[in-house]
């Protein structure tokens, strides 16, 4: 019995010994890339920071940069954080990155991507990521004036497609929401990505809508200003 339990004691140790070599010798650093905001993005504000990252054993945690200093880490595996952009320069371009970590020290490094912030003569309506929830919708409202541009797009990045995006302004939303015949300012079916840039035609009311009729959640980054 003595010596059973001294062999299965070296056997844990060996295999002990084993796990902490393996980790020694794991020089394969983990993949990382920044998902959104994409590349050559208007932004403002507060901005969701968001990466995707894979390694051969496990990935620690993200660290994301804003001009190669760092903002803050993210160890699950959504890997997205919130970057506060509102006191940077109007206009000004900064270079966003994000590097993976796993856990015997291996670094991997994405890419960057240049944002620009927004300019003085821009408001953001919506700036980030919005999940759309399977056989559901969800909206945006907002308030502009006459001789006001809608400048932006919506990018899915995971789940598929969109089913619908519809902008409408208010006496057309009643009417979309009633079930009744409606006229939108735009309309796109069934996309993954759909941009807009349109003046708009009067003041008042107006909701940005996101139709998801399929049986799986659809991630999509949404940015949308006006001028």
């Known amino acids: 019995m003595m010596r059973a339990c001294v062999a299965l004691a070296a056997l844990a140790g060996l295999a002990l010994f084993a796990g902490c070599d393996w980790f020694r010798h794991d020089t394969t ?10 590349d050559s993005m208007t932004i403002n504000g507060m901005v969701t920071l968001v990466a995707t990252a894979a390694d051969s054993v496990g990935v620690t945690y993200v660290e994301f940069c804003a001009d190669g200093v760092p ?4 160890s699950s595996e959504n890997y997205a954080v919130v970057w ?12 966003l990155s994000c590097i993976a970590y796993d856990a015997a020290g291996n670094k991997g490094y994405s890419d ?18 919005l999940d759309v929830r399977k056989k559901k919708q969800t909206s945006l409202s907002f308030s502009a004036g006459a001789g006001d ?3 932006g797009g919506v990018q899915v990045k995971s789940g ?12 057309n939303c009643s009417k979309y929401t009633a079930g009744e015949e409606y006229t939108a300012l ?12 349109q003046a708009i035609p009067k003041a008042g ?12 959640d659809v991630e999509c980054w949404v940015r949308f200003v006006l001028e």
Not at 84 to 95: E, K, Q, V, Y
Not at 122 to 129: D, E, K, N, P, T
Not at 186 to 197: G, H, M
């Open 205 to 216: 009311e107006f909701r940005l809508v996101f139709v998801n009729s399929d049986s799986s």
């Open 112 to 129: 960057t991507v240049e944002v620009k912030i927004a300019t003085a003569a821009q408001s953001g309506i919506y700036l980030g990521r």
């Open 186 to 197: 735009y309309e796109q079916d069934e996309f993954s990505q759909t941009s807009v840039r």
């Open 71 to 74: 903002v803050e880490i993210d």
């Open 149 to 151: 541009t809608l400048d």
């Open 29 to 38: 650093p983990p993949t990382c890339q920044m998902a959104s905001p994409p």
């Open 84 to 95: 506060d952009a509102s006191a940077l320069a109007r206009g000004s371009w900064h270079s």
């Open 160 to 171: 598929g497609t969109l089913t619908k995006f519809l902008w409408l302004d208010r006496e």
